[in-house]
């Protein structure tokens, strides 16, 4: 197998933002028209979704878990569940778009707010401020390990008075992210066992390029919110 060259890198990077664009794209498109909103059912917030994709894009996937996850679901992490629920007046709600594309490799998720509570309003623009500050760490350091970059949002966090959930904080484009710590490659997560660098090559000579995903919970008050996209790549 032949060494990516610098024109097959900047290609498969271009594939990844633009499938970054799209998802924002989509989110856009979601929160201007209302497709969720209190008093709709997750269940039929995310067939308008994946109806909105295949106006916008032509092509929308059937997923294995939910595209929206509200109230308490919002504590649970990605991945297939049965309930489904109505988005009530003052709720949290998570909408996972990246998958719905029916592109491989892409990773999307952004926090909407309803109701006027401080504390989940304020979780809404936490989210990405944290973001931003862990992509400013990466680009001041290029030997950035995941174990410290975990550590920098488990700070961030703690600061906040937020819970992150789960082990990992992301995950190596191409990594299964449902994937559990005793199974996987630590070196394919953000995670506290990641001790190599973020910027590095990977499998076939490609570049790594990550997805960062933050999912931060109140447990005590039955919420949380997440936030997902490309760490490396604008």
């Not at 856009?28 to 067939?47: F, Y």
Request: proline share 6%; net charge negative; hydrophobic share 40%.
């Amino acid at each position: 197998m032949s060494v990516p060259d610098r024109m097959d890198e900047r290609l498969r990077a271009l594939g990844l933002v633009e499938t970054q664009r799209m998802a924002e794209a989509l989110f856009a498109g979601t929160a201007a028209r209302g497709l969720v909103a209190p008093g709709r059912s997750e269940r039929e917030a995310s067939d308008r979704i994946r109806e909105l994709a295949r106006e916008l894009f032509g092509t929308a996937a059937r997923l294995p878990g939910p595209i929206v996850r509200s109230g308490p679901h919002t504590l649970l992490p990605y991945g297939p569940r049965t309930p489904d629920r109505v988005i009530g007046e003052d709720d949290l709600v998570i909408a996972e778009l990246g998958s719905v594309l029916a592109v491989s490799e892409a990773g999307f998720a952004s926090t909407l707010v309803f109701g006027e509570d401080p504390d989940k309003q304020r979780l809404a623009l936490d989210l990405p401020r944290m973001f931003t500050a862990c992509r400013e760490a990466l680009l001041a350091d290029s030997r950035l390990t995941g174990g410290r970059l975990h550590a920098e949002l488990l700070a961030l966090a703690a600061t906040s008075g937020w819970t992150p959930a789960g082990w990992h904080c992301g995950h190596l484009v191409g990594a299964d992210p449902a994937a559990r710590v005793r199974d996987a490659r630590p070196d394919a997560y953000i995670c506290a066992e990641n001790d190599r660098p973020l910027r590095r090559t990977v499998e076939g000579g490609w570049q790594a390029h990550w997805i960062l995903e933050i999912h931060l919970v109140d447990e005590h008050r039955g919420f949380g919110g997440s936030y997902k996209r490309l760490l490396d790549l604008v």
